[in-house]
């Protein structure tokens, strides 16, 4: 393995000391790049960029050519766990993504298995060690799932919902059931990522997008529980280094504390938490990946610069700081200002993490 | 005037004893009610249910016909004041709300001026004095309006929003002219409600729906400074009694301890705030409304009693909670799960208002 040239992403999970602070944005490979679009159109779709190993690291890559990142991340999907299982998934233009087969019933519940990574989703595994080696050491990579919970939303419901009925109705009416689906998910989730680290993935995230519509309760016991389970079961150290979890519950700002006894390394944050709040929660127990307002990138530079240096100042002196968006980029940005929200993180940071003598 | 016969819900909003916690439901008259549908056939299409007082009475008093609730909610729609500048409202089946005219551009926001109710608005005001006669003091009636950011997204974006993108980029790009639109629309909701409390609203709601959406800090400017300007124009006596305010941001359980500082007497709360934690923020500063799941009312009767008491547990003894769903009732619901919903209420409620001896 090559060494790898900048680790401030991986040193900062750990909240140890770096010189300024990481950043990296979700959907980071994403339509708001021209480069990406015109490696889409060659694809044809989304879901054949997302399958084709070479595709899927040349897009992963294109953010890094463009900017200094300090992370890149694994170009897939959310859902492939789900359509490994057997689902179907597709995407409508302008409706998001689909599942032909959603689960409904106990009988549909039943027939779902644990997957077995390699053997259903060669193409991602492909996909983590072709970048890996293409990003030779330059930063490390972040593998990815989504959580059980989030994924469970789109196979109760068949794709994106506003209010969660058919999986709240499930949830609420047939507990049992709806365990018996999250825990079949948390096993998947737990060999997928595992797979991901023994393929090259330096750190993981578990995207719980749809965690915040629940309640403090029920995300307990549908959401955070089963993440707990997935934390309990990853390969801790891999190339004689620690793999940091990050746990991502968006809308989750009121449940920090809870989330943060996971054993999970950091947590993601979205722009409704103060950054400054959230450190005082969490203590010392785990890092904070956050939390821009993606929508500010549509503001000019410098109202961006100004957005980076309140949320550095609300963080703070010391470390355990990886900024972040608070949800990915949308494809509506000018590139030029994600770059100037990149600069002006290593830029502004510096003074953060100098040591007072 | 007559007497109020039942006036537990203005008592829990001022904190003092009551026999049980009084409850109501966001959009206790809707779709979920056949006799609503029957009304809204007559009236041709929600507009004109709205734009009728005596039809909006009747579908105002038809919730209290079937359920033992403690208030009654005038009949109407948050953007009417939008409309009323002009703004040409209409419902597009399936798409929510649209407006004709948005405002986009300085010209367009220049082009806007202060309400006036009585003189703009006349059919809600002889709403509110027609539902209040016609109540004859069974329960007390409640006033509302939106708050000027949620008017505001509206207004901008023209209807319905998922990433609020034109409202954010005017917000963070040209603030002052956000904050022209908003204060006209701070001034606007005041005359607004004082004209509907002088009618005969015995409380008002702001409806801060999309607060929510917004960053911490950007919430204090674009959606609270203007809520705390218009708790601070409010009629705050009528009829010799109070006029309570309840501020509702939804998504809003973040920033509790601000909104609990702008004067207002309660703070509606979604279902991701642990009511019991928000008690401890808020302290005896404010009273709490809230806060189940609606989609809690899809399951069995059963379970919705026991997610009532859970919530109830999660308050404790002692004064200062109407009980109300996070967000309002959906078409979907059986209207006998609304009634277990409120009876469940009532009946669980009893004893943790007696005074222990």
Redesign the interface.
Known sequence: MVELKNDRFLRALMRQPVDMTPVWMMRQAGRYLPEYRESRGKAGDFMALCTNPELACEVTLQPLERYPLDAAILFSDILTIPDAMGLGLYFETGEGPRFRKPVRTEADINCLSVIDPEQDLPYVINAVSTIRRELNGRVPLIGFSGSPWTLATYMVEGGSSR???RC??MA??QPELMHQLLDTLAKSVIVYLNAQIKAGAQAVQIFDTWG????????REFSLQYMNQIVDGLIRENEGRQVPVILFTK?G??WLDDIANSGCHALGID????IG?ARQQVGDRVALQGNM?P??L???PQ?IRQ?VA?ILEQFGSGEGHIFNL?HGI?P?INPDHAGAFIDAVHELSVKYHQKSN
Do not use: V
């Open positions: 209010d969660f009925a709240k109705t609420y009416n915040g519509a629940l309640s403090h309760s029920a995300y809308g700002g009121q722009w409704t938490t103060h709040n307002d929508a500010i549509r503001a000019s109202r957005e309140t608070g949308t509506d």
